[in-house]
């Protein structure tokens, strides 16, 4: 289904564990800073609204997208006690190529991080071909892409709390 189709900021409670003994990090880029500040509020609105508590989110910034990838793993590197990062970035097709390794290099990065680290890192980062679809994407039309990866983020922080149970 496309964003098009669905509304990134609507959940159901009633289907999210309570994020009140969640630890949450967030990395945010600053490239594009209006639509990564958006989507970071769309983010941090929702873990609260779904229990989580302030002292317990703590948010670095990276200069690009590019830098997530380092920001998240030296954030699950730096802190004991986190369960989730959510990786949070807009990057938006100009003229060249740049575009196109920019979205590899931190799609990749960000899989890497799932895959070497004990601690889910989310993807909460845009990759449109315009402003005008950054910003639907962060609050406007189609909802906001931060609230989703909140509710993501709350859902493998659960996930990740359950798996250790049956270790
Ligand atoms: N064009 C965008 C960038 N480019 C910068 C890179 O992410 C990186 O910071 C630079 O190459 C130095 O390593 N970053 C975004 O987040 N969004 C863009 O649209
Ligand atoms: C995603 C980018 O790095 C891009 O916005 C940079 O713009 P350009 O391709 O025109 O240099």
Redesign the pocket.
Known sequence: MATENKNLSQYDKTTIPDAKNFRFGIVV?E??ETI?QALFQGAFDALIDCGAIKENIVRWN???????VYGCKKMQESFDMLDVVIAI??????ETK??DF?CEG?TQGIKDLNLNSDIPVIFC?LTDNTIQQSIDRSGGKHGNKGTEAAIAAIKMAQLRKDAKFYK
């Open positions: 880029s490239w594009n990564t990276v200069p690009g997208s590019f830098e997530l970035g807009s990057v938006i097709q100009g740049h575009f920019v931190v980062v």
